[in-house]
């Protein structure tokens, strides 16, 4: 065996020597010198010294539930790997030399199954590894303005670096200076059709660009913040998604897709793969861990067509860090760390209420039957590669000019996002950009739950205003608006369901729905003098 005998070399050099029952082969000089495990020791024993050797390294971390290292291959972007017993038993082979007997005696062995075992699954909360937060390939910022470029491990973050050196950000920046990167960046992307935007003749023949003689609309203000939030993910412990919503039927071919992707080069340094969301949430859920597991820096969830935004998973990813999920093979919820950027596309999407503050929803509506015929300069994402930096430098600009205004005018407060709100989208409401949360109220008012509450409210009121009522004495028509499920006969007569009317009055007790507001109103005694719950309606009031 040579001084270089990998792992696969020691396990076939074994396994060729087995007949001779020579328990293993003897160290060369070279590995003689690396620090040795004895597998004669109890398992135990064993284990908690390679935890001790592993723990010493930069190269393994803990993702927030399991060890995984980051994985450098030619062509393709950093990314993190689970550690299973296998790879660990190839990774022990590099650090270390595990042996049995002594002296003359002592030969190399494989670390075994056994050993791995115990370390992957008996010693967590013992494995004192650094965390691993995410993979970012832009530079890392600070609540101070500073920048700092990194490659490696980053002990302050947490993050894994593939840092980007950024030329043209002033130090301190003037509004001049903010508002010239604020038209490079909507220049840049003035070709997309937002849903609100004015759409003007380019000097292109036959191309139609964003009017930037106007400010942005709430389409491209989502944008232009969705560019501020792609480059500062890295360093932001939370951060809403982004929905690149159009049209159904007609949406497709607006640019939902590249639009992302360009914006990810910007703020990613790569253009991320298209996956599917899934047939079903949990599909969806599965796809959601699979890339935080590898620590993406960003995620293409592409086709989500006619679907609903619910995923409790994603919730978990946007406002927990770390998040409390469920991985694949475990029946429990375990903390995993995220920073990518979540994108999804799709025609004629829909955003729960509860995801409401947590998905910015951009509107692309080409406003024609076939987007795609439309005409487009060549090599789009090409050009967004080559100026890379040069939009890096404009968001840069935005960013540390907004963080050094102490009166920034403040959008809608918004929960969990309140330093990402200060950086992402402060910065460029102060530069006449709308609000991404201003969309917030209609994307409530579309959601079909709530919109099925508000009828049921309506009703309720239109027949009993504010006055106290059993839920055996609502109307007919309230009741029907509760139970989707109920049917009338040719007689007019309404066949409904009694448990589930209660239980939908119950569960809205306390709800401030469509403008009214469910109370309990106390018990009444029936004629057999048995006491029932009564309920009454108000108009809400809404605090300031």
Not at 230 to 237: E, F, M, Q, T
Not at 251 to 267: E, N, P, S, Y
Not at 402 to 424: K, N, T, V
Not at 465 to 492: C, I
Request: net charge neutral; glycine share 8%.
């Amino acid at each position: 065996m040579n001084e270089h005998t990998s792992f696969a070399d020691l396990i076939k050099e074994l396994s060729e020597k087995k007949r001779g029952r020579k328990p293993g082969i003897k160290l060369t000089a070279a590995r003689a010198g690396l620090p040795q495990i004895n597998l004669d020791d109890i398992p135990i024993s064993a284990a908690k010294q390679l935890a001790r050797l592993i723990a010493e390294r930069r190269d393994i971390f803990l993702n927030g539930y399991t060890p995984v290292r980051v994985v450098l291959e030619d062509g393709q972007e950093p990314r993190a790997i689970e550690l299973t017993v296998q790879a660990l038993r190839t990774y022990a082979h590099k650090i270390c030399a595990c042996v049995k007997g002594e002296g003359n005696d002592q030969v190399e062995v494989p670390l075994t199954k056994e050993i791995a075992e115990l370390y992957l699954d008996g010693m967590e909360g013992e494995w004192g590894l650094r965390p691993l937060r995410g993979i970012s390939s832009s530079p890392l910022l600070g609540n101070d303005g500073s920048i700092r470029v990194v490659n490696g491990y980053d002990e302050v973050s947490g993050m894994w670096c593939t840092g980007v050196s950024v030329d043209g950000v002033p130090d301190e920046p003037t509004e001049q200076d903010a508002k010239n990167a604020l038209l490079r960046l909507r220049q840049a992307f003035s070709t997309f059709a937002y849903g609100d935007a004015e759409m003007v003749p380019s000097v292109a023949p036959g191309v139609r660009v964003v009017n930037l003689g106007a400010p942005p609309g709430l389409d491209e203000s989502t944008q232009l913040a969705t560019l501020m939030t792609a480059v500062c993910r890295g360093s932001l412990d939370l951060a809403p998604a982004v929905l690149y919503n159009a049209p159904d039927t007609s949406g497709a071919g607006t640019g939902k897709g590249l639009l992302f992707r360009a914006t990810c080069v910007v703020g990613c340094g790569i253009a991320p793969q298209a996956m599917s969301a899934g047939h079903s949430p949990e599909e969806m859920d599965k796809r959601l861990v699979a890339a935080a597991i590898t620590a993406s820096p960003a995620i293409y969830l592409d086709n989500f067509n006619g679907g609903m935004i619910e995923s409790d998973t994603l919730a978990s990813f946007l406002t927990e860090n770390p998040a409390q999920v469920r991985v694949l093979g475990q029946s429990k919820l375990v903390p995993l760390n995220s920073r990518m950027l979540v994108g999804i596309t799709g025609n004629a999407v829909q955003i729960s209420e509860d995801h409401a503050r947590r998905v910015n929803n951009i509107d692309l509506d080409a406003q024609m039957e076939n987007p795609e015929a439309r005409t487009f300069p060549g090599n789009y994402l090409g050009r967004i590669t080559d100026r890379r930096n040069k939009y890096l430098a404009a968001c840069l600009t935005i960013w540390r000019w907004g963080i050094q205004q102490p009166r920034l005018p403040r959008g809608r407060p918004i929960g969990s996002f309140e330093r990402w709100a200060r950086w992402c989208r402060d910065p460029l409401i102060a530069l006449r950009c709308r609000d991404p949360m201003d969309r917030i109220p209609s994307i409530k008012a579309a959601d079909p739950r709530r919109r099925q509450i508000t009828e049921a409210f309506l009703k309720w009121w239109e027949h009993h205003q504010d006055r106290p009522v059993t839920v055996t004495d609502l109307h007919s028509e309230v009741k029907e608006a509760v139970d989707t499920n109920s049917k009338r006969g040719h007689d007019g007569e309404l066949t409904f369901s009694r448990q589930k009317v209660q239980k939908w009055v119950s569960n809205r007790l306390k709800s401030r729905v469509g403008g009214f507001h469910l109370v309990d109103a106390g018990t009444t005694t029936t004629g057999a003098k048995n006491t029932v719950s009564q309920y009454r309606l108000l108009r809400a009031v809404e605090s300031a």
